[in-house]
């Protein structure tokens, strides 16, 4: 018993935001937070550049990224979950509460880009116009993390199932976690830049 | 199967360029056949390839930077040649397409190969030293970075090999840079070897920030920070906040060239000012990304060969942060003349010129530390005063140009290639040399060559000046920047001048060279044997020259910002510990080369189209990541023992070399112990005798 509570100590220990390698993380995060902000610029930018094409309005269909969003919110919710389990150090929960993320995740993932073939299905594709290259470019790189969130989460499962909950294991799921959390945030301004302005443009039309 | 890629891409329509393909290839093969004959290779792979000390890796980059130093000259030496022999009724012996591989090839070569590496080497090599650490934070992630590096430059070298370089200019400008107005390969070889060497600063920048900020040894707050550490933190910061700008414009600009987007093109509602915008928001952080590191190296020069505490040292501090800060506020002044309003214009144009104010500081400050101190006129203090007042010079030429108004005469003249090379080479350039004459002991155990220095330092300041004050004239009587012919015979005679400038730089970099050939061959003469070679102040010169793989064997305890000096001058220098503990050190992994090899062979498939090879490539490197997380990290330990022998025999020179005499005369050199008087006595716990052994 008391080497399990050291066990805890130790996973609580190497989940801090704190650590030498999860600061660095968190300096990551901030190139990334530049990388994002100069891909909402552009869209700002062009957002208006049809060039004859289909516009905001016509292309954005509120329903389903409202669906989306929903999904991927809740995916942070369920990973916070895994999270509280990992300090409690209760492996399969924390498999469990990873398992849920990952259907979430993959669900939002499944979505985006089934509503990138349709719009290219449509002939509204990134080679269209300033606007949809902008949209893609944007939509598309958040979707890209989204990816590797999902495979970095396949093989944290794998790592928790091999090796259980040791500290390094704890460590990178603090990581992922922060990763997870911040693509959710980007998300929020994805919705409220790109997605909202643009309905509400065809409302007020 | 191959892409784009046919035999075409072999034949060169250029006699030179394929000169120079035998002499690269040839010197290639060289160098490989006189390794295998002496059989090299085991030997580097365990020592070098493998290596994730960062000492070693500080070593790898600086070569990397001193080769790019001559390709980058030659290409320069080419396009002055050029001008000098293209006038009126002459035919000069370029082709204008050649011409524009060259001045695009040497700028790109000089920021990104030579004086980046040159700066993360010097960054490398001092840093974890100065703050006491044994390594950086992440040192698998810095061979990462350095190999990243040698990738990207691998790729500026091939495409003189297989198809071209761009022709684009260093800074690529949309639209000339898209797919209609340039449809070779160049620009793509550009990009990649752009995005990846960038990609390698951005992790170097995460993994310095970080080893500044957590492993400073016990009691070495923020203000007791050597000054090259803390200007290197604010590089870092703005490593950090501007790379990805860069990578963004690049990795459009790669959309719009290879899948058919319009982020930049000038039709279907693409924007091209936005790409200028977005190189400039990382563009001008960048020069100071080049500047603030070798603002560091002259603080410590000036210290260390002045014999005295440097003079406003908080001043110096808050100075570099303002410059760090304002640099991301300025970067329209790259543009004046692009259609922005006059308000703007003024706005930014103000902004820049208030740079001056911290940029003037930090000359007072080196200025006043100089006053009254007790000046030894090394090789580092002569780069020093050249750069104090080289680059004054290019200071107010700077603030001239961001008079928006004067800027509309100057934007696109030689007056801009003069100014920006008036701070670039003294700026960076000098303070590298310098940088590397002054901890070259340090990496390598003997000193440089005293003479051949000097000749190098007045090939590169006379040489300067002869080369670039012309091109002040020209840019004054109109002349503008890359022209590979032009009509005017009253700039003939100023470029001729110019030429002889770059044959003089060029005599410069030869005595270089030499200078590194003599020290080695009378390297047993040079030896630095007490590790403290200059009578150094912080603590990178309180350890052996080289130092050992730990670096120290004891963490030591800070108690000044001058932390090495204050331990001479309290007799609390070369102490050894009671007794010895192991060590834990990261083992030499194959992983970083393995990756940057994989990153190689994606920038080369995307840059012929071959899709099926950038993605394998690009599912290596995931693979190899995600392979390696599931080692845990690999270590080995320095027993004790080992770790008491080498410090003795360190000590056992030490005492030989006299380095303890000399430290009981420490109060004549100068006001040491007055300017120590302050400070209490350190606590002596923890060592094994209050005398020095
Ligand atoms: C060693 C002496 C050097 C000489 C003789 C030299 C010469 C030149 C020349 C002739 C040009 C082309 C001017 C034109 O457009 O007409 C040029 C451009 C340039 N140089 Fe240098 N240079 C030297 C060192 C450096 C260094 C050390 C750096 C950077 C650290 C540098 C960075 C650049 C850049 C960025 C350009 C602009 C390239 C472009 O137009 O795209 N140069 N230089
Ligand atoms: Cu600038």
């Known amino acids: 018993m008391s080497s399990n509570a050291h066990d805890l100590n130790s996973i609580r220990a190497a989940a801090r935001a704190d650590t030498e390698v999860n600061f660095g993380f968190w300096i990551y995060l901030m190139s990334d937070v530049i990388i994002f902000s100069m891909l909402f610029l552009v869209y700002v930018d062009l957002s208006q550049r049809y060039a004859g094409g289909p516009t905001a309005a016509d292309v954005f269909e509120l329903r389903g990224v409202f669906l989306e969003t929903m999904a991927l919110l809740l995916s942070s919710l369920t990973f916070g979950m895994a999270m509280v389990n990992l300090h409690q150090g209760q492996k399969e929960r924390v498999v469990i509460w990873l398992g849920v993320t990952f259907v979430l995740g993959a669900f939002f993932l499944g979505h985006e880009l089934s509503e990138f073939a349709h719009l290219i299905h449509e002939g509204a594709s990134f080679t269209r116009s300033g606007f949809l290259s902008a949209f893609f470019g944007l939509v598309g790189t958040h979707g890209a993390h989204v990816f590797f969130g999902l495979v970095w989460i396949v093989v944290m499962v794998v790592q928790i199932k091999l090796r259980g909950l040791t500290p390094p294991v704890a460590s990178r799921l603090a990581r992922l976690s922060l990763f997870w959390h911040f693509l959710d945030l980007v998300w929020i301004c994805v919705f409220s830049t790109v997605y909202l302005p643009g309905v509400l443009q065809g409302v007020a039309a | ?693």
């Open chain 2, 1 to 693: 199967m191959f892409g784009k890629l046919t035999l075409d891409a072999f034949t060169h329509s250029s006699l030179i360029i394929v000169f120079a393909n035998v002499i690269m290839v040839g010197t290639g093969l060289l160098v490989i056949g006189l390794l295998t004959y002496f059989r090299k290779w085991g030997y580097l792979y365990r020592e070098w390839f493998t290596t994730v000390d960062h000492k070693k890796i500080g070593v790898m980059y600086i070569f990397i930077a001193l080769i790019f130093l001559l390709r980058g000259f030659i290409d320069a030496a080419m396009v002055r040649a050029q001008q000098a022999t293209a006038g009126p009724g002459m035919e000069g012996y370029l082709e204008a397409h050649h011409f524009a591989e060259l001045f695009t090839g040497h700028g790109t070569m000089m920021i990104f190969f030579m004086a980046m590496p040159f700066i993360v080497g010097l960054m490398n090599i001092a840093i974890p030293l100065q703050i006491g650490a044994r390594d950086v934070s992440y040192p698998l992630l810095n061979a990462i970075s350095l190999w990243l590096t040698a990738a990207a430059g691998a790729l500026v070298m091939i495409s003189l090999l297989i198809g071209q370089f761009s022709e684009a200019g260093w800074s690529g400008y949309t639209p000339f840079s898209g797919l209609d107005h340039s449809p070779s390969v160049g620009v793509d070889y550009w990009i990649w070897a752009l995005q990846i060497s960038g990609i390698s600063t951005t992790l170097t920048g995460v993994n310095f920030l970080v080893t500044i900020l957590k492993k400073r040894a016990p009691g070495m707050n923020f203000m007791r920070m050597p000054m090259f550490t803390w200007t290197s933190l604010c590089t870092t910061i703005l490593i950090v906040l501007s790379f990805p700008a860069l990578t963004v414009a690049l990795a459009l600009l790669a959309l719009d060239r290879s899948a058919g987007t319009h982020f930049f093109t000038g039709t279907m509602g693409g924007d091209q000012m936005m790409y200028i915008n977005m190189f400039w928001i990382w563009g001008h952080p960048e020069v100071y990304i080049l500047v603030l590191p070798v603002f560091g190296v002259f603080s410590e020069v000036v210290t260390t060969y002045c014999n005295k505490r440097l003079f406003g040292y908080k001043s110096m501090v808050w100075a570099t942060m303002a410059i760090a800060f304002l640099s991301f506020t300025v970067w329209v002044h790259h543009f004046f003349t692009m259609g922005q309003d006059p308000l703007r214009n003024a706005a930014f144009g103000i902004a820049t010129m208030v740079i001056a104010i911290p940029t003037g500081v930090k000359i007072y400050d080196w200025i006043w530390t100089m006053f009254r101190g007790r000046i030894e006129f090394k090789l580092p203090m002569l780069w020093t005063l050249g750069f104090i007042i080289t680059f004054t010079m290019g200071g107010m030429s700077g603030v001239l140009l961001a008079i928006p108004g004067a800027d509309y005469k100057m934007h696109n003249s030689l007056f801009l290639v003069a100014h920006f090379h008036n701070v670039l080479i003294p700026g960076t350039m000098f303070g590298l040399l310098a940088g590397f004459y002054y901890w070259f002991p340090k990496a390598f155990g003997f000193k440089l060559d005293e003479k051949w220095g000097r000749h190098s330092f007045f090939g590169w300041l006379v040489g300067f000046y002869v080369a670039f004050v012309p091109l002040y004239m020209l840019g004054m009587m109109g002349m503008p920047r890359r022209m590979a012919s032009y009509e005017n015979p009253v700039w003939h005679f100023w470029l001729v001048i110019a030429a002889i400038g770059a044959l003089i730089v060029a005599y410069g970099i030869f005595a270089m060279f030499m200078q590194i050939y003599v020290s080695y061959r009378d390297r047993e003469k040079n030896r630095d044997l007490s590790g403290d070679p200059w009578g150094g102040r912080t603590l990178e010169w309180s350890i052996a020259s080289p130092p050992p793989e730990y670096n120290f064997a004891i963490i030591p305890e800070v108690h000044d910002r001058d932390a090495f000096m204050y331990m001479k001058v309290h007799n609390t220098a070369y102490q050894r510990p009671e007794r010895y503990e192991d060590i834990h050190m990261p083992k030499s992994t194959p992983i970083a080369i393995v990756i940057a090899g994989l990153a190689f062979v994606f920038g080369f498939a995307y840059v012929w189209h071959i899709w099926w090879l950038a993605g394998l490539c690009l599912l290596g490197v995931i693979g190899a990541v995600i392979a390696r997380s599931f080692n845990p990290e690999p270590e080995y330990v320095i027993p004790a023992g080992e770790v008491e022998r080498t410090e003795n025999a360190f000590h056992d020179k030490v005492a030989q070399d006299g380095a303890l005499e000399r430290m009981k005369h420490i109060e004549s050199f100068g006001d040491e112990r007055s300017a120590y008087a302050a400070t209490p006595e350190p606590s002596t716990t923890g060592t094994q005798s209050e005398k020095p052994l």
